[in-house]
């Protein structure tokens, strides 16, 4: 049973990065429409919160006026569906957005690590289930094979540079 609070949290969470997800969503769909962002955002955010129809397509309209994305759209019959794909703005975007929300993910872990370690200090029992220390260990490893490839990229290089 999700608590209020952990809807209340889940929801603050993502709606601030918002904009970076859809373009995420949509960068990997190649192009998608409203109802399938809509359907990967209950995905991300644990099935606890997406945001309204509403929400989401002024997001989308805003994004469209910012050249992050382009409309195409298509009928079925006298249904009209707008699908979204990213323009090279947006794919720059999402470049830079990606580099810095890594660096963020990093710091956030190492801040994490840091406050397991303080509240071990002061004796406070740290309680997490099951799942989370599955979930949580699924994403250092994770993290880690990023990091082996990135680190086997830049010697690459690096070495290539120097010759």
Not at 9 to 29: C, M, Q, S
Not at 53 to 66: D, G
Not at 149 to 154: G, L, T, Y
Request: glycine share 6%; hydrophobic share 35%.
């Amino acid at each position: 049973m999700v608590t209020e609070q952990e809807r209340k949290i889940i929801k603050g969470l993502f709606t601030v990065p918002l904009k970076n997800i859809i373009l995420v969503i949509v960068g990997l769909k190649g192009e998608t429409h409203g109802y399938e962002i809509l359907k990967e955002l209950e995905k991300f955010t644990v099935g606890i919160w997406k945001p309204s129809h509403s929400n989401l397509y002024t997001l989308l309209n805003k994004m469209v006026e910012e050249g992050l994305l382009e409309p195409r759209e298509e009928y079925r019959g006298k249904l009209r569906r707008v699908k979204y794909r990213l323009t090279d703005k947006g794919w720059e975007y999402l470049r830079t957005s990606n580099e810095l929300a890594l660096r963020s993910l990093y710091t956030a872990i190492s801040y994490h690590e840091r406050l397991k370690k303080k509240l071990d200090e002061m004796g406070k029992e740290r309680r997490m289930d099951r799942k989370t220390v599955r979930e949580y260990l699924e994403l250092l490893e994770k993290i880690r094979d990023i990091l082996d490839e990135e680190i086997k990229v830049i010697k690459k290089e690096l070495a290539e540079s120097t010759e």
